[in-house]
T-cell receptor
């Protein structure tokens, strides 16, 4: 069973700061997801990665398959980015996800 | 983009009641849907994998007789919590992977979740 570790668990930053959230996992995967969960519970899929780097707006996600590590970056952070960010990994194509415990991000104005 | 709906979004029931939660993929077909559970301040945990036309696969520790899963079509999976008890109170969320060209992709789309409170 894959162990997924995220850091930090909690992060408070000022608006405009560059944010980095890290994720490491223990067993090889077919894909890694970065998810955003808002207070109501709903989950939005931000990225799905199997290699390299992806960018969407102010969000950047990278993955290093050899090191079993991924990072999520937020540039020019804004209070509306405040949420829980969750890293999740998938073993095979038909497997369910294994989740990290999430990073609770608060961006203060 | 692809949309997954869940119904109901919130349910409050008495202990001993059975509760059915529906998960629908609205604009794509999914042979596989996943059911997850999240207790307060904890991470999401996979409960079971729902396969269209066959029995669900349950994760270790999840009682199949208590959490009944039916994946009757390529767009609908249901989770029934049988004889719910207060310890079953949780946030239940489903996800689905689109079926494209006959292969299961890695993309997953999440439903908005169902918050179950058992009194």
């Amino acid at each position: 069973k894959n162990e997924v570790e995220q850091s930090p668990q909690n992060l408070t930053a000022q608006e405009g700061e560059f944010i980095t959230i890290n994720c490491s996992y223990s067993v090889g995967i077919s894909a890694l997801h970065w998810l955003q969960q808002h207070p109501g519970g709903g989950i939005v899929s931000l990225f799905m990665l199997s290699s390299g780097k992806k960018k969407h707006g102010r969000l950047i996600a990278t993955i290093n398959i050899q090191e079993k590590h991924s990072s999520l970056h937020i540039t020019a952070s804004h209070p509306r980015d405040s949420a829980v960010y969750i890293c999740a990994v998938r073993g095979g194509g038909a497997d369910g996800l294994t989740f990290g415990k999430g990073t609770h991000l608060i961006i203060q104005p | 983009g692809a949309v997954v709906s869940q119904h109901p979004s919130r349910v409050i029931c008495k202990s001993g009641t059975s509760v059915k939660i529906e998960c629908r993929s609205l604009d794509f077909q999914a042979t596989t849907m996943f059911w997850y559970r999240q207790f307060p301040k904890q991470s999401l945990m996979l409960m079971a994998t729902s396969n269209e036309g066959s029995k669900a696969t349950y994760e270790q520790g999840v009682e199949k007789d208590k959490f009944l899963i039916n994946h009757a079509s390529l767009t609908l999976s249901t989770l029934t919590v049988a004889s719910a008890h207060p310890e079953d109170s949780s946030f239940y969320i489903c996800s689905a992977s689109p079926l494209t060209t006959g292969a299961v992709t890695d993309t997953q789309y999440f439903g908005p979740g169902t918050r179950l409170t058992v009194l």
